[in-house]
């Protein structure tokens, strides 16, 4: 047997892929047998510097004289039981010294933990101040395994150089292969980190956008170092209602992003560089970037659409500032992107009343200078679909991203500006899981809630949801239809009045249209509104959905993808291969 080569357990070879790309050379070894993949792996290669020691509270220390005098950082490692425990305290000594050491440990799986089976110790939890990072290289099984166990290596080679510098521990699950034929490693996900303080790499060439995710409002000064920027390059900034900035470069792509019968060739990038946190957009992982930057000033790895290979860790306006030139005023890509949206805004079929309906109406006329809170989800899918141009700012609880406190929010916020205008849109559920709220005696005749009375949670309603494969029978418990007085026509209305709130309601289009002009004025009102909405057909909704996302159909695309669903029907999952082999052969 040949075991000059590489382990063919996969996360061994992410492991040793990934000390390379960030120029990590020295290994202190320590005998056994559970961490073999490893270092049968690195003893052989070149690039590696290995030492052994027998006693791991020795080669530990060893590490850190290694770091301290060469100023590298040092990978130690050791089989399992008890082993690791030895380099407690040295591993110690590094935290509280900044000294970059590596703990490498193995074991046979978290299902062995707990159940008396010999050299199975339980590494999940560990002191604060012996790792500033304890993480898990996983068993590969499939992509999804591969992209975790790369970005969870990635973090920690990353986190034994950053602030200062500090121990960090990687503990590698292992089959024991024997296999060591793998001559060369196939690539791995690597990702760096910048600071101000280093030299920033070269803008690759390219189509490049700006996605900015959930974001306080921008100050001038960022918004014009973000403009600068997309000028240089002719770049975009994509963003939604939760984004925070709505100026020149600022484009809402939700609607051509949810097309389910064309596909735009706009969305496949060079370069996409995130910013903000999370979105409440989900069509935004259809984008297709080559590779992503991440800039914000915590540093730390999201790599939302699996392309990450940078991370930049200082303000947004420093990033933009430092890339953008002067003299240019480039507007190709951003005149693209909005044409492809006002076209289809406009192909949009004639909706029925639901809560994409009402977004329309309200997003095309919401006050300048008002703020928007959206329910989560569907108010803020629909709300999303549209573009506002009166320089309005949406907010929604999209951190937690949890049907709660969407009115208490939305209260909150309106107690900063008495003189300010905030609107509210939300579904029957998350208004009834917030109605205390509404009892509040600060609350203010700023105040205005559209509530779209369904009955139930339209979300679990949807074709696109999991729950929908339950039919009728996902209305008894993961809608929850029924509650609240079944759409009551009295309910909301006495408790409004009772509270002292305007109450308007509308059960057609004709309806919501008279309401719509007083609901929405920005003159000032007496009273706080609640405006209630009621879609009597709660089927209308996934009809709403299914126009607005087939605004353009590519015959091509909808043939392509009747043979995808064609052969799944017979074969279930595994048929999407097979149908997409047939598709690329023609």
């Given amino acids: 047997m040949d075991n000059r080569y590489y382990s063919v357990e996969r996360n061994t070879q992410i492991i040793v892929a990934l000390l390379k790309a960030h120029n990590i050379r020295y290994v202190v070894a320590s005998p056994g047998t559970t961490h073999m993949c490893f270092v049968g792996s690195v003893q052989h290669d070149p690039y590696f510097k290995v030492y052994s020691c027998v006693d791991e509270r020795s080669a530990a220390y060893m590490a ?43 074991h046979q799986g978290n299902d062995r ?12 939890r560990l002191p604060e101040d012996i790792a500033k990072i304890s993480v898990e290289a996983v068993f590969i099984e499939n992509e999804r395994d591969e992209h975790y166990c790369s970005i969870e290596v990635n973090k920690a080679l990353l986190e034994c150089r950053r602030h200062g ?46 996605f900015v995710g959930a974001h306080k409002i921008f100050t001038k000064g960022e918004a014009d170092a973000l403009e600068n920027f997309c000028s240089t390059y002719d770049a975009v900034a994509f963003v939604d209602h939760t984004s925070g900035y709505n100026g020149k470069y600022a484009v809402h792509f939700a609607l051509p992003l949810s097309q389910r019968f064309t596909d735009f060739s706009e969305r496949n990038l060079d370069l996409l560089i995130h910013i903000g946190e999370t979105t409440g957009d989900a069509t935004s992982r259809s984008f297709n970037p080559k590779q992503v930057w991440r800039v914000s000033e915590d540093g730390e790895v999201r790599d939302s659409w699996g392309k990450l290979t940078k991370v930049f860790e200082m303000p947004e306006e420093f990033f933009f500032k430092y890339y953008a030139k002067e003299g240019f005023n480039k507007q190709g890509y951003l005149i693209e992107c909005k044409a492809i949206t006002d076209k289809l805004t406009k192909e949009v079929g004639d909706l ?116 929908a494969s339950l039919g009728e029978d996902g209305n008894l418990f993961l809608a929850a239809a029924g509650h609240n007085g079944n759409s ?99």
């Avoid at 933990?113 to 999940?124: F, K, S």
């Avoid at 309806?511 to 209630?532: C, G, H, N, R």
């Fill in 64 to 106: 850190c004289g290694i770091a301290a005098e060469s100023g590298e950082p040092v990978v130690i490692t050791c089989t399992g039981a008890t082993a690791s425990r030895n380099y407690y305290s040295a591993m110690t000594e590094a935290y509280y010294r900044k000294l970059p050491v590596i703990a490498i440990t193995a």
């Fill in 113 to 124: 933990i707990g159940h008396l089976i010999e050299q199975n110790i339980d590494r999940r």
């Fill in 165 to 210: 510098g500090g121990p960090v521990h990687i503990n590698v699950f292992t089959h024991y292969s024997r296999d060591f034929s793998v001559k060369e490693i196939a690539p791995v996900q690597t990702i760096y980190r910048y600071t101000g303080y280093a030299k920033l790499p070269d803008m690759p060439k390219g189509r490049i956008a700006i």
């Fill in 352 to 467: 029925p009343l639901s809560t994409i309906w009402v977004a329309k109406q309200i997003s095309t006329d919401i006050p300048a200078g008002a703020n928007f809170q959206m329910g989560i989800w569907s108010s803020l899918r629909a709300m999303n679909y549209f573009t506002n141009t009166m320089n309005t700012n949406g907010n929604s609880n999209v951190g937690g991203f949890g049907i709660d406190g969407p009115l208490s929010t939305l209260i909150g916020a309106s107690l900063c500006n008495p003189k300010k205008l905030y609107f509210g849109i939300v579904g029957d559920l998350a208004f009834f899981y917030d109605v205390n709220v509404l009892g509040n005696k600060n609350v203010g005749n700023n105040v205005r809630i559209a509530m779209i009375n369904n009955g139930r949670g339209n979300e679990m309603r949807y074709q696109f949801s999991p729950a």
């Fill in 488 to 586: 009551s026509r009295s309910l909301v209305k006495h408790l409004a009045e009772d509270l002292g709130y305007e109450y308007l309601s509308a059960s057609t289009k004709e309806e919501f249209l008279k309401q719509k002009e007083l609901f929405l004025s920005p003159a000032a009102m007496k009273k706080p509104v609640i405006f209630e909405i009621f879609i009597d057909d709660y089927h209308d909704e996934e009809k709403a959905w299914e126009i607005i996302t087939s605004a353009e159909q590519d015959k091509n695309l909808i043939r392509k993808k009747n043979i995808i669903n064609g052969i799944k029907a017979v074969v279930g999952d595994k048929g999407i291969h097979i149908a997409k082999k047939i598709i690329g052969k023609e």
